[in-house]
């Protein structure tokens, strides 16, 4: 069965560059979930979609973005990385959001050096 | 979204049952019991969820009291891959609180 896929998996930025992390859900899934996990912490909601409009926010920063598009993929956009960014970054999605299981993707490991 | 409290580890002997407790008792009527894991940085695996009834699935068997004030994970023949991390998440799940909330979880390790 198709999963959710990130790309890329692995990502080294340097201090105040930019990144863009996307998000390919499920097939027929229109909900898009961000979460952020740092070294030996638990998974951290950022921001989510429904039908491409944000739809519920965490603790995202301000240097951070993301959308949803016609095809229901997703781009988070980081800027002026910092080295407390290094983490994984999970994907998830679902079908509406009432009552449904949410199916995370393999994550990107982003290092800011 | 209601808080959960769960062990912070436990330990379970290959191909015993594994049961996860876990408290929720702010939980609210309309808030799902949800159960997720994690295996060392890999993407959370959704499990099971339920709203009042018991579930069960291939995967796992979830019990919710009369009252849902608490809940039980059931892995019914542990394997060593099943080592892991296990996450107790009440959601209420609606447009613009749809957001699964980690807590610390439980770890679980298999014991061969």
């Known amino acids: 069965a198709a999963g959710v896929i990130q790309s890329p998996r692995h990502l080294i930025k340097e201090k105040r560059e930019t990144a863009t992390l996307k998000c390919y859900p499920i097939p027929r899934h229109d909900t898009v979930y961000w979460y952020q996990q740092g070294p030996g912490q638990d998974p951290q909601f950022l921001i989510s979609f429904y039908e491409k409009m944000q739809s519920d926010k965490g603790s995202i920063p301000d240097r951070f973005s993301a959308q949803q598009f016609s095809d229901y993929h997703s781009e988070l956009n980081m800027s002026s990385l910092e080295l407390g960014d290094s983490a994984l970054y999970f994907c998830?999605?679902?079908?509406?959001?009432?009552?449904?299981?949410?199916?995370f993707g393999q994550g990107t490991r982003l290092t800011v050096v | 979204d209601a808080k959960t409290t769960q062990p912070t580890s436990m330990d379970c002997a290959e191909g015993r049952a594994a049961n996860l407790p876990c408290n929720h008792s702010?939980?609210?009527?309309?808030?799902?019991v949800y159960w997720y894991r994690q295996i060392h940085s890999q993407g959370p695996q959704y499990i099971i969820h339920?709203?009042?009834n018991n579930e069960t699935n291939e995967m796992a068997s979830l019990i919710i009291t009369e009252d849902r004030k608490s809940s039980t994970l059931i892995l019914p023949h542990a394997t060593l891959r099943d080592t892991a991390v296990y996450y107790c998440?009440?959601?209420?799940?609606?447009?613009?609180?749809?957001?699964?909330?980690f807590g610390t979880g439980t770890r679980l390790t298999i014991i061969p």
């Open positions: 998440i009440v959601r209420v799940a609606v447009f613009g609180n749809e957001k699964l909330t």
């Open positions: 339920g709203l009042k």
């Open positions: 998830a999605s679902s079908v509406g959001v009432e009552g449904t299981e949410a199916f």
């Open positions: 702010t939980i609210s009527g309309n808030e799902y």
